[in-house]
């Protein structure tokens, strides 16, 4: 696909979905902002550039600035797809509370403890989200998530902490998290895990 019509097709749906909110912000200033907030990474240098060219499949095109925008513009999209769908699969208070078996109430309280995570509200109501992974399938709250959520990176994005919950960790048995605590094993492991990354 040409870069050039590429990056036309995405400054028109930009333009449709700002026309739909009645925004009064232009289309190219949404791809400016997101071009700033992005920023731009360190370029190739012409050696890496031909390699690519000669042995990836790449073409001179693939390396003109606005091919990279439009690559920065397509991370920025998948990146927003996955914050939706995960708010989508997450849970709202009264859903966390009816699980627990507790009034909504308990639920916040829990979570200003941090016994519980939250990744915001839901745009339709004042109620707070909750990633379902945090509540095993006996109706519980995962145990030493407390402690689990404290000791991962400060900066870790809501999708960063998810996929730590629930992917394989090769130190507990190529178990997730959530598989492990949900199973019985101690929560010291994986705040071990956790501790890691924050010094990586």
Do not use: C
Not at 24 to 34: F, G, N, R, T
Not at 62 to 83: C, H, Y
Not at 84 to 113: H, I, K, M, W
């Amino acid at each position: 696909m040409n870069t050039e019509s590429s990056m036309d097709i995405v400054r028109d749906r930009i333009a449709r979905a700002l026309e739909h909110r009645h925004a009064a912000i232009s289309a190219d200033v949404v791809l400016e902002v997101l071009d700033e907030a992005l920023g731009t990474s360190e370029g190739l240098t012409a050696g890496e550039r031909e390699f690519l060219i000669e042995h990836g499949g790449a073409t001179s095109e693939d390396f003109t600035p606005e091919a990279g925008n439009f690559s920065r513009l397509e991370v920025a999209k998948r990146q927003t797809e996955a914050v939706r769908q995960a708010r989508d699969r997450a849970l709202t208070t009264s859903e966390v509370a009816r699980l627990l078996g507790r009034e909504p109430s308990n639920v916040r309280r829990s979570l200003a403890r941090g016994d519980l995570y939250s990744v915001g509200s839901a745009t339709t109501s004042r109620e707070r989200l909750f990633p379902e992974w945090q509540i095993t399938g006996d109706g519980r709250i995962l145990p030493g998530l407390r402690h689990i959520l404290t000791a991962l990176p400060d900066d870790y994005h809501p999708l960063d902490v998810e996929a730590f919950m629930v992917d394989p960790q090769e130190p507990l048995g190529g178990r997730s998290p959530v598989e492990w605590l949900s199973g019985g094993g101690e929560p010291e492991t994986v705040v071990g895990i956790a501790d890691v990354l924050g010094w990586a």
